[in-house]
């Protein structure tokens, strides 16, 4: 589930997709795979992994070529292609560590949210030729008062 996709310069359609449903009882997370369509979507590889992360993919390709995507969950990893074959080693956004102890009360057995320190759920906008805005959540954000609050977060990513 959670499918995206992009239109690479070559004719070719790049799909990468979650593969868990937490709503169905899968974990909050599993790997993501790759797919790739030769004919414009008629027909589709067989998909191969990604990452041994993911939920909600995003995937943007900028005015340069360059195609950028956002595996999350735990933690934040943008990657970078320009063929849909080669990627970047992952930028890390937001760590994939425990971030817990970051919040205001120290739970003992932290849930998923309480782990991660964010939903992980991220998204892309364009915001000139080679860079896009990153948009995700975080829930300890640091305020003035000393004390962490939920907010949205944006990082500019640009790719030459």
């Not at 070719?12 to 899968?26: E, H, P, Q, S, Y």
């Not at 070529?65 to 969950?73: K, P, Q, Y």
């Not at 782990?115 to 000139?128: I, K, L, P, Q, R």
Request: proline share 6%; glycine share 10%; with cysteine.
């Amino acid at each position: 589930g959670e499918p995206t996709i992009e239109f690479m310069d070559d004719g070719t359609v790049i799909c990468i997709l979650r593969t868990c449903d937490v709503f169905g009882g899968a974990p909050e997370w599993g790997p993501t795979y790759i797919s790739r369509s030769t004919d414009m979507c008629k027909t589709w590889s067989k998909p191969e992994r990604f990452a041994d992360i993911g939920a909600l993919p995003q995937l943007i390709k900028l005015e340069n070529g360059i195609t950028l995507a956002v595996i999350a969950r735990p933690g934040i990893f943008v990657y970078a292609t320009r063929d849909g074959v080669n990627w970047t080693e992952p930028l890390e956004i937001m760590t994939n560590k425990d971030r817990s102890p970051l919040g205001n009360l120290k739970p003992k057995r932290p849930n998923f949210h309480q782990w991660a320190g964010s939903c992980c759920n991220c998204t892309f906008a364009a915001t000139g030729n080679n860079s896009a805005l990153l948009a995700f959540s975080d829930f300890y954000i640091l305020g003035e008062d000393g004390i962490a609050h939920k907010g949205i977060k944006t990082i500019e990513i640009i790719a030459e």
